[in-house]
């Protein structure tokens, strides 16, 4: 048979290698972008493993997760005043307990000065103390006696302070001067007081008495006041108090208290209905034993004896 090149025989060749990629059939939709067009090549094997191992890094570089955002838990937060310097806790702590000792020792003064307050600022208007008619303190500081509003009883009892003087000028000044009184003198005056406002004056001289011992003590040493009077209108208020110019008008402010308020617009007359109201249990008083003590002061100086 014949030989050579007559017939030649089919050898299988293996697949050359080539950095060309087989190009996909265009579509009509749209036009993938370069590297899907190379990822879906090498699915499908028409692309070396060289150029695959280069598009998974480029994957890799270009496909990069979002961080995850680290979120702390809330009861490990650190307090506010721990994240700051350390000295402000320490400031901060300082300064509350510096306001609380203000507000203590605030309210310690107020409620431990002597006396309560008994004239108060409303919207521009006063409040005056019981004691000295409350709203009617202006309506009783006149110079002369007012007729009673409210009936006035005939036998009003032994300790009524409406009447005729039952002491003298002279037994007046003797007293004053045996308890060495700043008003030693003025019995005269205290005396003319009781008759214009008919008064007795041993009820001004018993109220003395009780009040500042003949203003020796307490408040009336300053004031000048035979009855510690409460802050009244047209005289000056501290501590509480009216404070007058002199023993003179100290008296006959007393005076016109209770003959122009207690006696002719309350109706009170008699020691025992007047102090429940002059000097109340409510004000720190203690109503039985002034009325006590007056009944005593006056029982003795009737008796003629200077000192109870």
Known sequence: MASGNYARKSVPQEPIETGSIVPLRARATRQLPETQVTAIAAEKGLVSTRQTKALQLVKSTTEVAP???RR???????HPLERHKPWMKTLVICIVCTIVFSAVLISAAVYQRPGDPQLVDFWGGKVYDVQVGGSLANTWQ?????APKVPIP????PYS??????ITVDFINQVLASYQSPAAGKGQMLYDLGVKYGIDPAFAL???????TFGTAGEARLSLSLGNLRCIPNFKCQDGYAWFNSWEDGFEAWYRLIRNLYVAQWGLVTVDQIIPRYAPNSDNNNEAVYISSLKHYLDTWHAGVLRP
């Open 67 to 69: 961080p995850r955002l």
């Open 142 to 146: 006149t110079s002369q006696p007012l």
């Open 154 to 157: 005939s036998q009003a009892g």
């Open 161 to 166: 302070v409406l009447g005729k003087p039952t």
């Open 206 to 212: 018993a109220f003395f008495m009780h009040e500042s």
């Open 72 to 78: 702390m838990i809330s009861e490990f937060i650190p």
